[in-house]
């Protein structure tokens, strides 16, 4: 057997969360995580790195800590704040996920509750 070329990808995520709290946040962040690495068929070994952002007003949990709970221990993961652009949709947590997949894979970035309204260009994110 001819083993399949792999590729490093890159692909984003967000997801709304409805209050500032730990529980919000580590929930939201594990449906985000889970419905990514299900619609990429990924495991954690798959992964090299996430950057996970935050706007402002969400401050009460690490999303780093729920993908932990996942499974992402050996992976690099980081957390920083959103740029607090005037207008912009309140809070969200994005991701930014760089992971090994074979050549012919195609990314699907995923935006679910209201951030779906950030990427209604990416067919594939809804």
């Known amino acids: 057997m001819i083993p399949r070329r792999m590729r490093l990808f890159a692909l984003r995520g967000a997801i709304t969360v409805d209050r500032n709290t730990s529980e919000a946040i580590l929930g939201a962040t594990e449906w985000l995580m889970r419905e990514i690495m ?5 495991v954690p070994e798959d992964v090299v790195s996430c950057l996970f952002t935050l706007t402002e007003d969400l401050d009460a949990e690490f999303p780093a800590v729920a993908a932990r709970q996942l499974g992402f221990g ?9 740029v607090p652009v005037p207008g912009s949709l309140p809070r969200v947590i994005r991701v930014m996920m ?10 699907k970035h995923v935006y679910l509750g209201d951030a779906r309204k950030l990427r209604l260009d990416l067919e594939s994110a809804q």
Do not use: F, G, I, Q
């Open 98 to 107: 760089h992971y090994y997949a074979a050549d012919e894979h195609e990314a």
């Open 74 to 82: 050996h992976v690099p993961l980081m957390c920083a704040r959103e």
């Open 38 to 42: 299900k619609r990429n068929d990924l």
